[in-house]
């Protein structure tokens, strides 16, 4: 579990609101555990890699999606940027 954490605001329907919450409690667990676990699956749906805040991060540690080193998955070269290749 994430030892840091940041908040996330968002708009929606007050009666889809309280239906996510009734259907939450029926199954035990919080609507927060749930966004929180439908946020992980679209990450990972996406290939995005992350470190949980609070992880160690060392130099040859992989993100907890495998990505390489030093550079999240999914992440773009800057605009502009060669990529390595001659001009």
């Known amino acids: 579990m994430e030892l840091k954490t940041a908040r996330l605001t968002l708009l929606i329907d007050p009666d889809k609101k309280a239906a996510f919450e009734r259907l939450c409690a029926s199954q035990d667990v919080t609507p927060s555990q749930v966004v ?3 946020i992980r699956e679209y990450l990972a749906a996406h290939g995005v890699g992350y470190l949980p805040a609070g992880a160690g991060r060392t130099a040859n540690r992989q993100t907890s999606t495998g990505a390489a080193p030093g550079r999240k998955a ?13 001009r």
Not at 76 to 83: C, E, L, N, Y
């Open 36 to 38: 929180r676990r439908l």
């Open 74 to 86: 999914g992440s773009a070269r800057p605009k502009g940027s060669s990529g390595g290749r001659g």
